[in-house]
């Protein structure tokens, strides 16, 4: 008996290394797995899912990954927002609306800037002036894209009140409804819970069906427009237009830091909310692009994100890139 056990210990000692290394390998190629296994789920879920299953899917605290810039007090962001808007009193164009701005002059990596004088982003137009409209001939902005629900809030543009005449404007006319009043009504519990406007809680609208089909709709506008100056809009030029600038400007390849700043510099011009309460919107955003799709290459290419293709990625950086800062 002692002989056997013997004989199991001296085997046991000589198995020992090969079990280790195999226990090694073994939990080395898991979590990779795993990691595949739960993108697949992220990629697939909305597949499965009823709008009001994804609507009911929120978080109760907003994630980060600790980085430099998802941290910070309200000093930090005052003073932040401030030097950023300072930096680009040049891009704005408040006769057109308060919040008018051009999307140009943002770094975008590998020495290349996004252009100016091609995209605007800022708030409806139901209240421009004469003077205004002639602003926006000047800027050869010719097609107006209009992210606000059928039943607006605020007013109806000029060239909305007359779709089939000759128009104030004289602009092509595009609605890319980001949200219908079914959507609003389903997310109305989470915006009492959360305060503000839909991307508060953005973590599971931009998985939404009309959200993605309006932003996959302006990203074609901008691959097909052939000449003049695209100008984009919600109400007031916030959290839609806000959101689709921020997806504009990932597509391009421009930094968080740019992208939080373009976000922000809203506020500075309204002061209706902290910086910091605005950051804490576009980590929503972000920490939902993160939860439910990994990337946000992922949210812009796969087939329920926005459904861009990579050959169409690259075209618009080619359309709206340039070696120089305008």
Not at 222 to 228: A, R
Not at 267 to 281: L, P
Not at 300 to 314: A, R, V
């Amino acid at each position: 008996m002692n002989s056997f056990r013997k004989s199991l210990y001296v085997g046991a000692l000589l198995m020992a290394p090969f079990l280790l290394s195999a226990s090694v390998a073994s939990a080395n190629s898991k979590p990779a797995n795993n990691q595949q296994n739960v993108q697949v789920q992220r990629l697939g879920a909305s597949q499965h899912e009823s709008e009001q299953q994804i609507a009911n899917q929120q978080p109760q605290a907003v994630k980060n990954d600790n980085s430099p810039i998802e941290r910070g007090d309200s000093k930090y962001w005052i003073n932040r927002v401030n030097l950023a808007a300072y930096k680009r009193q040049n891009y704005r164009y408040p006769h057109i609306s308060w919040n008018g701005r051009d999307m140009g002059g943002y770094y975008a990596g590998h020495g290349m800037w996004t252009k100016t004088g091609v995209v605007y982003r800022g708030a409806n137009l139901h209240k421009i002036s004469k003077y205004g409209t002639q602003h926006l001939k000047d800027l050869g902005i010719n097609e107006v894209i209009d992210l606000r629900s059928y039943h607006h809030q605020g007013g109806a543009d000029p060239n909305e009140d007359h779709p089939n005449q000759p128009n104030p404007l004289g602009v092509k006319y595009v609605e890319a409804v980001v949200n219908t009043r079914a959507d609003k009504q389903k997310i109305a519990p989470f915006k009492r819970a959360y305060g503000g406007e839909i991307y508060k809680y953005a973590t599971s609208f931009l998985r939404w069906k009309h959200a993605r089909q309006a932003y996959h709709q302006v990203f074609m506008e901008l691959l097909n427009h052939k000449s003049g100056a695209i100008y984009f809009h919600c109400i007031n030029g916030d959290d839609r237009t806000g959101i689709m600038a921020a997806l504009y400007l990932s597509a391009l390849g421009v930094s968080k830091w740019h992208i939080y700043n373009d976000f922000m510099i809203t506020d500075y011009y309204d002061h209706k909310m902290s910086y910091r309460n605005k950051a804490a919107e576009m980590n929503r955003f972000f920490w939902g692009i993160r939860t439910w799709y990994g990337t946000m290459d992922n949210y812009l290419t796969s087939s329920n994100g926005l459904g861009l293709t990579h050959k169409q990625i690259k075209q618009l950086r080619s359309k709206y890139l340039v070696n120089y800062k305008g």
